[in-house]
């Protein structure tokens, strides 16, 4: 049970550390900080090391249930607007609306109130599609198996050195041709590789 507990908790990081150098012009290239349109190691680490501290709410070092259900509080308490224990419909309502309201202005990239297709394609993939994160679906197994590979210790806690091991780990073997950067291409080459394995297996 505490197994499961920890997987639910790290997950959504450890997806987001495998999007940081897997999805060149989506989310991943905040990584991209020169914008040169590659992921170098540095920036890679750096991504990481910036999400991990935000999803380490009580500063230990290590990814565990306390955080995650620390995350659960401060999520409920910005739901329940006016403090009084519980989510109304309306609360809930807006809380969606401030949400969606949000991820709109990011996108509007040049700011004119509207969406081009160029900056619809680009929320969309930030946002990964129906199965994104701890939704379920394939995301969501992804995801488990890699915090069951980052809890290399069996500690049942993920450290900062376990996360960035298996992110470098992907980076690794995104970077083909290992001139420390992964580009759009080397990722575009390891997603055709591992649909085509999937297919070899299930046929």
Do not use: C, Y
């Amino acid at each position: 049970m505490k197994k499961t507990i920890l997987i639910a908790s790290a997950s959504a990081l450890l997806m987001a550390g495998g999007i940081a150098i897997a999805a060149p012009g989506g989310k991943g290239m905040k990584a991209d900080t020169d914008g040169d349109g590659a992921v170098s190691r540095a920036e890679l680490t750096a991504s990481v090391e910036k999400r991990f501290a935000k999803m380490d709410i009580n500063n230990d070092g290590q990814l565990s249930k306390a955080d995650r259900e620390a995350r659960k509080a401060a999520r409920f308490a910005k739901m329940d607007a006016n403090g009084d224990g519980g989510v109304s419909q309306s609360e809930m309502d807006a809380f969606r609306a401030e949400r969606k309201a949000t991820r709109f202005a990011r996108a509007d990239v040049n700011g004119d109130g509207k969406l081009s297709a160029d900056e619809m394609q680009k929320m969309r993939g930030k946002r990964g599609g129906k199965h994104h994160g701890m939704r379920g679906g394939k995301g969501g197994h992804r995801a488990m198996g890699m915090m069951k590979r980052a809890d290399v210790n069996g500690d049942q806690m993920v450290s900062k050195d376990e996360f960035l091991a298996v992110a470098m780990a992907r980076f690794d073997k995104a970077d083909a041709n290992g001139d420390g950067k992964v580009t759009k291409e080397e990722r575009r080459a390891q997603r055709a590789e591992r649909r085509a394995g999937k297919n070899k297996r299930g046929g």
